[in-house]
């Protein structure tokens, strides 16, 4: 009398080896995407010009050559473009203070409740009067005016 074999598993010369599982496959597709992004940020690439840039980072252009109001240009920014600022605002500079806080204002939408104090150590504010521009910087505290702004970096709008 013959046993039957009751086993479901195949001799192994007929069995497929699954290389390929979904999990495998899934595991492979994110190391695949994280290191594509980690080489993106890493390596530096070329400009136009020819000069190596950091892709991420705005080419900061230094005020303290510029002499001239008219030596500004649209769409430039100009400052500390390094440093990560975690506040903006956008506006027309002008010259003053409010309540005797800050070397500037920025006019922004909304009318007087909006205005910004400005102070800057590291741009010169005098040559963005009377432009329409996106500062960044961070926020400080004070008790005469609702928003005193450090300006970091000025991007020309207008």
Not at 74 to 82: L, N, P
Not at 119 to 136: A, C, I, M, N, P
Request: net charge negative.
């Amino acid at each position: 009398m013959d046993i039957p074999n009751l086993s479901s598993n195949q001799s192994p010369s007929t069995q497929t080896p699954s290389y390929f599982s979904l999990s495998t496959i899934l595991i492979c597709l994110v190391l695949a995407i994280a290191t594509g992004f980690w080489v993106s940020r890493l390596l530096p690439t070329s400009s136009a010009d020819g000069k190596l840039i950091l892709p991420g980072k705005e080419q900061a252009i230094s005020t303290e050559n510029i002499t001239d109001t008219g030596d500004i240009a649209v769409d430039k920014t100009y400052g500390d473009t390094a440093t990560i600022f975690k506040d903006s605002a956008t506006g027309t500079v002008e010259k003053g203070s409010i309540n005797g806080v800050g070397t500037h204002i920025l006019n922004r939408e909304g009318g007087i409740s909006q205005r910004a104090s400005l102070t800057s150590s590291v741009v010169d504010l005098d040559l963005f009067v009377g432009r329409k521009v996106e500062v960044k910087g961070e926020t400080n505290a004070s008790k005469q005016t609702s928003w005193l702004l450090d300006v970091g970096s000025v991007k020309v709008l207008e």
